[in-house]
């Protein structure tokens, strides 16, 4: 049908073909990404934890992606990853962040380890990584970055005060970064997803009636998936998007609205 594959190439305008491009953290939503800027033609490496997720997601993409494993809570682990991509790119005109973990349950019952264990992965890993890919591109003077931020950096849901702290941090981190790279050409934005099913969300999702319960707070009566992230996520990542900067695009169905 005619509207199917306008749907199918609608991508296509953002001009991303060539496009260098970094995404750390191939889950779900980053993975769902990768593909996406696979399918208009970008210059794509990625970098995970996990080589057997990323490999899983490589099958799927063109043969050229390039794979970098490590874990990026570390700044030297995070300088690492962008100088490969960067050799394997030849340069970074787009950095993704979408590596995030969450553990729900009351304030009073987290330990310090805990707590910290998210700031480190959640936090830690964005600025880390945003720091090298400012780095690389304020000196180039052109680029874009977009971190993978949620709606939990705005609401205050139970169960969640690790990785909604995470969350708001992520939001002034980001437009701190992009006040202050905007004279160079680079834009720092945030997508806040809603509820999305992914590894992350799936065991809670399908215990306790939450799927349900979750879905009826949402305007448009369903939870988000990955792919509709992604389409966000391109346009924030295109040259379309030249005078767009510190902004957190919410991706929610509506969910802050009520
Ligand atoms: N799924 C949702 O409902 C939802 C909603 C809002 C925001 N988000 C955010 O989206 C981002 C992606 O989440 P997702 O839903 O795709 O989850 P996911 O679990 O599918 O993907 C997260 C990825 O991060 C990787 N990772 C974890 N620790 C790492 C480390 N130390 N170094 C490198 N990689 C590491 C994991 O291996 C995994 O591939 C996260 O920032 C998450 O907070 C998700």
Same mark, same amino acid.
């Given at each position: 049908? !005619?509207?199917?594959?306008?749907? !199918? ?29 696979? =399918? ?7 970098? +995970? ?43 970074? +005109? ?105 590894? %992350?969300? =799936? +065991?809670?999702? +399908? #215990?306790?009636?939450?799927? !349900?319960? %979750? #879905? ?6 369903? %939870?988000?998936?990955?792919? !509709? ?12 998007? #030249? ?5 957190? %695009? ?9």
């Amino acid at each position: 049908m !005619e509207s199917d594959n306008y749907r !199918e190439n609608s991508l296509d305008w953002l001009g991303l073909a060539g496009a260098r491009v970094l995404i750390a953290g191939v889950g779900g939503i980053g993975g769902a990404c990768a593909k996406a800027f696979d =399918k208009v033609g970008a210059k794509l490496a990625v970098s +995970d934890i996990s080589v057997s997720g990323m490999a899983h997601l490589c099958d799927d993409l063109s043969s050229s992606v390039v794979q970098i494993e490590a874990d990026a809570t570390q700044p030297e682990s995070a300088n690492a990853i962008i100088s490969e991509a960067i050799e394997a790119l030849g340069g970074l +005109d787009v950095f993704v962040h979408a590596i995030g973990i969450n553990l729900r349950k009351p304030v009073l019952e987290f330990n310090p380890d805990q707590w910290r264990r998210i700031q480190s992965i959640n936090l830690d890993s964005a600025f880390y990584l945003c720091q090298e890919a400012g780095r690389v591109m304020t000196a180039n003077r052109y680029g874009r970055i977009v971190i993978v931020s949620s709606v939990s950096g705005l609401l205050a849901h139970s169960d969640h005060a690790p990785y909604a702290a995470t969350k708001g941090a992520i939001n002034q981190m980001m437009k701190v970064m992009a006040r202050e790279w905007a004279p160079m050409g680079v834009t720092v934005n945030a997508i806040a997803p809603g509820y999305v099913e992914t590894e %992350l969300t =799936k +065991d809670y999702l +399908d #215990s306790g009636g939450h799927r !349900e319960e %979750l #879905s009826s707070l949402v305007p448009a009566g369903r %939870l988000g998936t990955p792919e !509709e992230m992604a389409g966000p996520v391109l346009f924030l990542s295109s040259a379309q998007c #030249s005078f767009v900067t510190g902004h957190v %695009l919410y991706v929610d169905g509506g969910r802050t609205l009520v």
